[in-house]
């Protein structure tokens, strides 16, 4: 993708785009990168998601860009600040990987699964629909997303460069 206007996405961060500009996020294990587009207003954006819920927080200030359940909201409110409309929207998703085996199936242990499943649970409060996923797997990824075209480039060392 052309860099010129490229928009960092730190871990556990997100951000928004309008008309032009590339979001990008590096180090998704079992993070889960989380992108917003509304194709008419031009609108999009990502979040850098590192765990499932709020409920687990013990910082005292509240990252809000930290989690799936206060992440995605907000990066809906800074879409509609910029003229988005959610009945516009469309998701697509990478991460989530299950990075490292464990001889239990314990749920703590599953963080990647829970992040995919809790953005998928806060899409569809929202009615956003998921148009393309790159998840699961045991393996990091790097993501892009073209605010102009809607195109999510995941770039992986295992699997090279996939387009969504």
């Known amino acids: ?19 032009t500009g590339v979001l990008k996020t590096t180090g998704l294990g079992s993070c889960v990168g989380v992108t917003l ?4 207003a031009k609108v999009a954006g990502m979040a850098h998601v590192m765990l499932p819920t709020s409920d687990i927080a013990r910082e005292g200030k509240l990252n809000i860009a930290k989690y799936a359940d206060t992440a995605i909201p907000e990066m809906i409110r800074l879409m509609e600040d910029l003229g988005a409309q959610v009945k516009h ?3 697509k998703m990478a991460g989530g990987a299950q990075m490292f085996a464990f001889g239990s199936q314990s749920d703590t242990m599953r963080i990647g699964p829970r992040n995919v499943e809790s953005c998928k649970e806060m899409l569809g409060r929202y009615k956003i629909p998921i148009i393309a996923e790159d998840t699961g797997g045991n393996y990091g990824r790097t993501i892009e997303f073209d605010c102009e075209s809607g195109m999510l480039m995941i770039r992986s060392v295992q ?3 996939k387009e969504l």
């Open 1 to 19: 993708m052309i860099q010129d206007n490229l928009i960092k996405v730190g871990m556990a961060d997100l951000n928004v785009a309008h008309l």
């Open 37 to 40: 587009f509304d194709a008419r």
């Open 89 to 91: 929207m469309v998701a």
């Open 159 to 161: 699997h090279g460069v």
